[in-house]
C-alpha cells in the first residue's frame, strides 16, 4: 500500500488528506482519509516541518495501514546545516520504516539530494527527493505514476481532497 499526503490550511486550522493506492500506474484511490487539525501552527521558514508534520501523522493515525511508500508534497533532505527534511522528520516520527518520497513543486535554496524531473510536456520541473530508497527509485517511480501532466493524478488528488473534500 502506498499513500500521498498533502495538507490545505485555512487560518489556524489545517485539512490533511491521505489518498490510499496500490500500483504507481493506478488511475484511482483505494481509500480517501480527511481530517481537520485545529491550532495549526503559523509558517516559519526553515521549520516548516513544525507546521506541516502534525497534520500528517493525525491522517496517518486515521489509517489501518503500515504503507510501503508515503509520498509528501515537500523535501526530504536539506543541506548540511540546515536542519531536517518534512519527509525525514516524518520518517523518524513513525513506528514503522516506509519509504518516504518528497515531491515539490518549488526549488528551495537548502534542499538537498533531490533530482529535478518532467512530467508530461511541462517545462516546469518537480523536484523529487526520498529516504527508504534510491532517488532513482522515486523519480522512476513519480515518472510512472498516472496522468498525462506534470502533478501525477493522485498527487492532484490528494490536494483537491485536502482542500475541497471532493
Known sequence: MKAALDVHYEGDRAVAACVVFDRWQDSEASDLIRTIVHGSLPYRAGRFYERELP????????????????????????????????????????PY??????????????????????????????????????????????????GPYRIPALLKLADRHARTGA
Not at 533532505?77 to 523518524?92: D, N, S
Not at 511541462?122 to 505514476?145: F, Q
Request: proline residues 4%; glycine residues 10%.
Open 97 to 146: 520504516s516506509p519509504a518516504v518520497i518528497g515531491v515539490a513543486k518549488s526549488p528551495l535554496r537548502v534542499a538537498d539530494r533531490f533530482v529535478a524531473i518532467h512530467r508530461g510536456r511541462s517545462r516546469k520541473p518537480l523536484y523529487v527527493s526520498a529516504i527508504g530508497c534510491t532517488v532513482d527509485h522515486a523519480t522512476r517511480s513519480i515518472l510512472g505514476m498516472h
Open 55 to 94: 497534520c500528517l501523522m493525525s491522517v496517518l493515525h486515521l489509517t489501518n495501514h503500515e504503507f510501503e511508500v508515503i509520498i509528501i508534497d515537500g523535501y526530504v533532505h536539506l543541506k548540511p546545516g540546515a536542519g531536517k527534511g518534512l519527509g525525514l522528520h516524518l520518517c523518524e516520527s513513525l
